[in-house]
């Protein structure tokens, strides 16, 4: 099973810029898909932005789409989380999850889960 380790996370302010990176170890990310949720306090997890298996498009969840782009760096075994225009209501805990496939973009559906990056967007 790959682990994955999630970093990148930071204190930014409302229109400013992060990238997340989800660094796999154990196996060849290319072999997976790949999603990432975030969780804010009080909220449950819920997901940003998901690879499907199934055409190799991406979802993006409605309120980052346009601002949040998934890209991957096979050599480094590396997938990353852009984030731009950031604003307060993006706060949160985010995390990188993989699974072999990959249809919709829920938890039930990965079953390797790094541990976690605070991203926290405030002036």
């Known amino acids: 099973q790959v682990q994955l380790v999630e970093s990148g996370g930071g204190l930014a302010q409302p229109g400013g810029s992060l990238r997340l990176s989800c660094a796999a170890f154990?196996?060849?990310?290319?072999?997976?898909?790949i999603g990432w949720f975030r969780q804010a306090p009080g909220k449950e997890r819920e997901g940003v932005s998901c690879?499907?298996?199934?055409?190799?498009?991406?979802y993006y969840q409605h309120s980052v789409e346009g601002r949040f782009t998934i890209s991957r760096d096979n050599a480094k075994n590396t997938v990353y989380l852009h984030m731009n225009n950031l604003k307060p209501e993006d706060t949160a805990v985010y995390y990188c999850?993989?699974?072999?496939?990959?249809?919709?973009?829920?938890?039930?559906?990965?079953?390797?889960w790094g541990q976690g990056t605070q991203v926290t967007v405030s002036s």
């Open positions: 999850a993989a699974d072999p496939y990959v249809n919709e973009c829920y938890e039930a559906d990965f079953g390797s």
């Open positions: 154990g196996a060849g990310l290319d072999d997976y898909a």
């Open positions: 690879e499907r298996s199934s055409d190799g498009s991406t």
